[in-house]
């Protein structure tokens, strides 16, 4: 099976490089030591853009199943989660992975919820009652409030605090 993509490398990261079909231009990152699978394994590898922007390095292993590139470097196991450290998921180099449980990756997420249309940052909400910036975070299924602020950037710098406290895995 001859392997599709083109690629090259840099010290020691492997760079994968793919176009779709709209012309775009994408590199993704991994171990150089993790090529040769990769290119044992993979046809090709291609990225999958989800409907939240969201996107995603992905082939086809043999016998025709797809993978994310990042569970095959992890080997995660069925029911885990391989977690991007850095956000960055076109990056499946190990030292930027971790296997994760579902909720131990939700503490390393970025943004705010997407209901969350009032700040747009995460864990701050605007209050009318109050007419200021709330901080709330839940755990564990329980709301936890951290005080109100008449500025957004205040709230904001509390809530990531807060989230450095409660969420071991959050690095935000």
């Keep these: 099976?001859?392997?599709?993509?083109?690629?090259?490398?840099?010290?020691?990261?492997?760079?994968?490089?793919?176009?779709?079909?709209?012309?775009?231009?994408?590199?993704?990152?991994?171990?150089?030591?993790?090529?040769?699978?990769?290119?044992e394994n993979f046809k090709s590898i291609f990225v999958h853009v989800k409907k939240d922007?969201?996107?995603?390095?992905?082939g086809y292993i043999k016998g025709g199943k797809q993978?994310?590139?990042?569970?095959?470097?992890?080997?995660?196991?069925?029911?885990?989660?391989?977690?991007?450290?850095?956000?960055?998921?076109?990056?499946?180099?190990?030292?930027?992975?971790?296997?994760?449980?579902?909720?131990?990756?939700?503490?390393?997420?970025?943004?705010?919820?997407?209901?969350?249309?009032s700040s747009g940052i995460r864990n701050v909400y605007w209050s009318k009652k109050e007419n200021k910036w709330y901080v709330m975070i839940r755990q564990n299924g329980k709301r936890n409030y951290f005080g109100y602020y008449d500025e957004i950037n205040e709230a904001a710098e509390v809530a990531k605090q807060k989230r450095k406290e409660l969420f071991p895995f959050s690095t935000d």
């Design 67 to 117: 993978i994310k590139v990042h569970r095959f470097i992890m080997n995660t196991p069925k029911g885990m989660e391989t977690d991007h450290i850095n956000h960055n998921t076109l990056d499946n180099r190990k030292e930027n992975l971790r296997i994760s449980t579902v909720a131990e990756n939700q503490q390393n997420r970025k943004g705010g919820n997407k209901n969350n249309k």
């Design 1 to 39: 099976m001859k392997f599709k993509n083109n690629y090259r490398i840099e010290n020691d990261v492997a760079i994968i490089e793919y176009i779709n079909q709209k012309g775009k231009y994408f590199e993704i990152l991994v171990d150089k030591e993790d090529l040769p699978r990769l290119i």
């Design 53 to 58: 922007k969201k996107v995603y390095a992905v």
